[in-house]
């Protein structure tokens, strides 16, 4: 059976770092993160695919690095800010896709989602 588990997540304050991880069992093409805050749409944060293209929403980068081995996707974030707040959703897919096109739609498969807060 697929699945897609993430941990790391938590509570810190606005300045503070976490490190997310998603593990997985099969071989996927892309893969992402993806932040839905409470009454909010699911937005992407970052994808990287199996060659190792990356590409960052505009509110976190320099903050944000994705990155991924052969059984694990990571994120690390640092300077967090409370705008950075919501559960954060790890997505895959198998077919080959643009890191840059890829929305909620490309993606097949989904974690259960983490928490994180980021406040004073």
């Known amino acids: 059976q697929e699945r897609l588990v993430e941990s790391g997540g938590g509570s810190v304050q606005p300045g503070g770092s976490l490190r997310l991880s998603c593990a997985f069992s099969f071989s996927y093409y892309c893969m992402g993160w993806f932040r839905q805050g409470v009454g909010n749409e699911r937005v992407k944060v970052a994808a990287?695919?199996?060659?190792?293209d990356t590409d960052y929403a505009d509110a976190v980068k320099g903050r944000f690095t994705i990155s991924r081995d052969d059984d694990e996707m990571y994120l690390q974030m640092d300077n967090l800010k409370p705008d950075d707040t919501g559960m954060y959703y790890c997505?895959?897919?198998?077919?080959?896709?643009?890191?840059?096109?890829?929305?909620?739609?490309?993606?097949?498969?989904w974690g259960q989602g983490t928490q994180v807060t980021v406040s004073p």
């Open positions: 990287i695919s199996v060659g190792g």
């Open positions: 997505a895959a897919t198998k077919w080959i896709c643009s890191v840059i096109d890829a929305t909620q739609e490309t993606f097949r498969w």
